[in-house]
C-alpha cells in the first residue's frame, strides 16, 4: 500500500491517504506533546515505540472482540488503519485518581474509584478539551444516542481486558482515553492505544511509566514507555 497525500498532520502522528479510499496510513512521529500542544518535545525512538506498541493493544483487542481500525504494521513508525469518520470526542475511563479529575474536582491522586469513572470529553485543543455530558453530544450531534452508548460500552469493555493484561504484567492501568469513529456502518474503535494516552503505574512502588513522566519533567519518558512494553513482551528492535 502506497502514501498518497498528507491528509493531517496532527501533535504527534500524521495520516496519510493511499491508493485505496477505505485505508490510510498513519505516522507515528517522534514529537511529544502536552497541554494541548504547549510542550512540545522530539523523543527518540518514540513514533517507532507508540507505533509498535499501539499495534500490539490494537491486536490484543481484536481477539477480544473489540472492532479497531487496525490493519497491519507497515514500518517501524507507519501503521495501515481504516480510515474513520471520526467523531470529536474523548473517551476516558479511570481506574484511580490522577491529572484532571484531581484538579476539578479537588481530590487527592491514587484514589482507587469502585466503580470506575467514565467522562466524555470534547476533542479540541484551543478549548483545552472540555468535559461533555451526553446531552451536549445529543444536542449538538457530535454522536447519535446509540453511538454515545455503544462509546460507553465499548471503553469499559476495553477496561476490563486492558486492566487484567496489565495487572498481569505488573502495573496499574490508572486512566486512559479512546477516540472512536465510523466506518461502513460501524463503530471503530481508532487513533492509537500508548503511554501518550493513558497512565500506568507499576504495581508496587507506583512509579509513573507513561506520559506523566514528559508532563512533569520526570524524565526517563521513553525508557519508561519501553519497560511497559517489555513488561508486555512486545518486541522494539
Ligand atoms: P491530535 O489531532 O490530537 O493532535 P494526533 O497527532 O494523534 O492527534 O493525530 C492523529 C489524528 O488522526 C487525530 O485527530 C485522530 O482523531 C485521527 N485519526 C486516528 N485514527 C484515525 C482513523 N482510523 N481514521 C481517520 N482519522 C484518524
Ligand atoms: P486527564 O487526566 O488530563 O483528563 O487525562 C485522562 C487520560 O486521558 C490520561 O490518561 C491522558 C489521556 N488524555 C489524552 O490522551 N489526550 C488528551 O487530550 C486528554 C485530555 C487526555
Ligand atoms: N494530548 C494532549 C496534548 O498532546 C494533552 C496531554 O497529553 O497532556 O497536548
Do not use: I, Q, S
Given at each position: 500500500m502506497k502514501k498518497k497525500a498528507e491528509l493531517y498532520a496532527g501533535k504527534a502522528k500524521s495520516v496519510y491517504t493511499t491508493d485505496d479510499d477505505d485505508y490510510l496510513i498513519i505516522h507515528f512521529r517522534n514529537d511529544t506533546s502536552a497541554f494541548d500542544g504547549e510542550k512540545i518535545e522530539q523523543l527518540d525512538r518514540k513514533g517507532m515505540v507508540n507505533n509498535k506498541f499501539t499495534a500490539f493493544i490494537m491486536e490484543k483487542l481484536e481477539q477480544a472482540g473489540v472492532k479497531t481500525h487496525h490493519v497491519k504494521l507497515l514500518s517501524d513508525d507507519e501503521a495501515v488503519v481504516k480510515k474513520l469518520d471520526m467523531l470529536p470526542i474523548e473517551c476516558v475511563v479511570r481506574n484511580i485518581s490522577a491529572g484532571s479529575i484531581c484538579r476539578r474536582l479537588g481530590v487527592e491522586e491514587g484514589m482507587d474509584l469502585n466503580p470506575p469513572t467514565f467522562e466524555f470529553f470534547l476533542k479540541n485543543d484551543a478549548l483545552h478539551d472540555p468535559m461533555l455530558n451526553d446531552y451536549h453530544i445529543r444536542s449538538f450531534g457530535w454522536a447519535t444516542d446509540e453511538e454515545v452508548e455503544q462509546m460507553k460500552t465499548l471503553t469499559f469493555q476495553v477496561n476490563d481486558i486492558l486492566k487484567k493484561m496489565f495487572a498481569d504484567a505488573?502495573?496499574?492501568?490508572?486512566d486512559y482515553k479512546l477516540e472512536f469513529g465510523r466506518f461502513k456502518g460501524e463503530l471503530l474503535l481508532g487513533d492509537e492505544f500508548s503511554p501518550d494516552g493513558c497512565r500506568l503505574w507499576d504495581?508496587?512502588?507506583?512509579?509513573k511509566l507513561d506520559k506523566d513522566r514528559f508532563r512533569q519533567g520526570l524524565g526517563g519518558v521513553i525508557e519508561a514507555y519501553e519497560e511497559v512494553g517489555q513488561r508486555l513482551g512486545i518486541c522494539f528492535d
Open positions: 505488573g502495573m496499574l492501568l490508572v504495581a508496587e512502588t507506583r512509579k
